[in-house]
């Protein structure tokens, strides 16, 4: 690992000033990501900024019925809350998905969103990755790339993002507060926060420089089943190969309106507008749900190892539709 200086900030004013102060200064909170990174030098922070002392931490219900998460909220004690166990399955189920008990622990809510990929070849500073290194080429094309994207891709990176909450938020419509280091703020939709790859893979967001995540904001809680499912190598500690979150409200084998969200299978939470208004009034049959895993996966691309991600993404979805129109 490389030397770095550090400091903690106590306020949000400080931290702007900390992090624009310094040249490659990172914000740290959990570490979780971060640290890793750094060991391998895959990440060369010369400053780190700890916000662990903002006053970030807190779960606040929200004047329309919904809920505000602090950005430092830790991933266990979100999933704990009996507010979103009661109206918020899909994301409380999604959070204990991921990583260990130990990591949960430690990992933020705005550290889980801005976690960096998986992909073998990124963590390998040995071979050639257009993520880490603009322009050097994306060797997980033409190697070893089972666990890699399928949709959004391009000729320059596979990548996919590994954070089962960020799937969550997306199928629940989540906004990100944010502020800048000239004090000024902005709400982001969630679908609006990660990229695709395109030619610069090394962009994974849409935040400005020093920008910093303060809450996420879910509306109030959709009508409907809530369902996430996970298909992993193993059963736990373990990222997505496919997962579904989904929001299904049925009625005597009709579907009202359905939202689903896909993990394991983009550079961003992956979501199909066209799918979901396919099975809008549709029969809760095997026909609409194949209609539909069609119109999530049109225009994919596999690349060898990662092919079986297709009929897998099939198979999933029909599954948890099928799951939820039966408990409707």
Known sequence: MKAFTYERPTTLADAAKAIMA???????????????????????????????????????????GGLK??????????????????????????L???????LRNKATTAGNLLQRTRCYYFYDTTKPCNKREPGSGC??????NRILAIMGTSDECIATHPSDMAVAMRVLDATLETVSPDGSDRKIPIADLHRLPGKTPNIETNLK?????????????????????KVRDRASYAFALVSVAAVVDAEGGMIKQARMAFGGLAHKPWRVEKAEQVLAGAKANAEAFAQAGEDVLAGGQGYGHNDFKFPLVRRTLASVLTTAAHSA
Do not use: C, W
């Open 139 to 144: 060797s997980a094309i033409g190697g070893f």
């Open 69 to 94: 998460i602090g950005a430092l909220v830790r991933n266990s004690d979100l999933a704990a809350d009996p507010r979103v166990r009661k109206n918020y399955g899909v994301l409380s189920r999604a």
């Open 96 to 102: 204990l998905a991921g990583a260990s008990g130990q």
């Open 209 to 229: 420089p020093g920008e910093m995540i303060t809450a996420v904001t879910l509306p109030p809680p959709p009508k409907g089943v809530q369902i996430y499912r």
């Open 22 to 64: 310094k040249p490659n200064a990172k914000f740290i909170a959990g570490g979780t990501n971060l640290l890793d990174l750094m060991k391998l030098e895959v990440e060369t922070p010369t400053h780190l900024v700890d916000v662990n002392r903002l006053p970030l931490d807190k779960v606040e219900d929200t004047s329309d």
